[in-house]
């Protein structure tokens, strides 16, 4: 299909971080969408309803006009997306990072494989100038309320000062609440005694 020149107005992001373009052609007035897969391969579905239809976009580089008469579908090439929209997706913000650290029972030391996450999370924190940090520690069930929520905090406390100076960065505790295995009260749960590292 031959398709005039096209310019980016915006881009949105969809639930599930599932991406789509708003776009616009040059001189027409019209819009579009064209739905993009996420990072990791999934694509969404994008619904565009008309006062007159509804078109569903269910695959790769697919658009579909809105406002005006035109009903049809298309596909961008690979080409056609970076020449018109490049500089628009090199401008996205990179997603989230999300890092689980587990702890030993009762203690605030890390287990082994966790501590060897740290150089990790300082090479995704180096890549992102700005970067803020989410530090949130976890207990399991073993124990009072009360001393899980300090140790929880004790936790993300000697997670952030294993990461280092950050300029925004975010210390909270759940302990026993928010349970990653959901246990009853005094079990003991690797999975739960755990802190949750989120780099944005």
């Known amino acids: 299909m031959s398709k005039p020149s096209f310019q980016a107005l915006s881009t949105l992001c969809l639930r599930r971080l599932v991406p789509a373009l708003l776009l616009a052609v040059t001189g027409c007035a019209k819009n579009y969408v064209v739905l993009l897969p996420d990072d990791d391969g999934t694509l969404g579905r994008v619904v565009v309803t008309t006062p007159s239809d509804t078109i569903e976009l269910s695959q790769k580089s697919q658009g579909a006009f809105i406002g005006g008469t035109r009903r049809d579908t298309f596909t961008l090439t ?3 997306l970076q020449k018109d929209f490049g500089a628009a997706l090199a401008a996205s913000p990179q997603k989230p990072s999300g890092y689980l650290l587990y ?8 287990t082994e ?7 990790k999370i300082k090479a995704d924190l180096a890549q992102r100038p700005g970067a803020d940090i989410s530090v949130i520690g976890h207990s399991d069930t073993l124990g009072e309320p009360q001393a899980n929520y300090q140790l929880g905090l004790t936790r993300a406390t000697q997670v952030a000062d294993l990461i280092g100076s950050v300029e925004r960065l975010s210390l909270a505790s759940h302990g026993e609440k928010n349970l990653l295995v959901q246990t009853p009260d005094n079990v003991d749960e690797p999975r739960n005694r755990r802190v949750e590292v989120i780099v944005r």
């Open 78 to 80: 690979d080409d056609e």
């Open 103 to 110: 702890f030993d029972a009762g203690q605030a030391s890390l």
């Open 113 to 119: 494989a966790s501590l060897a996450e740290i150089p």
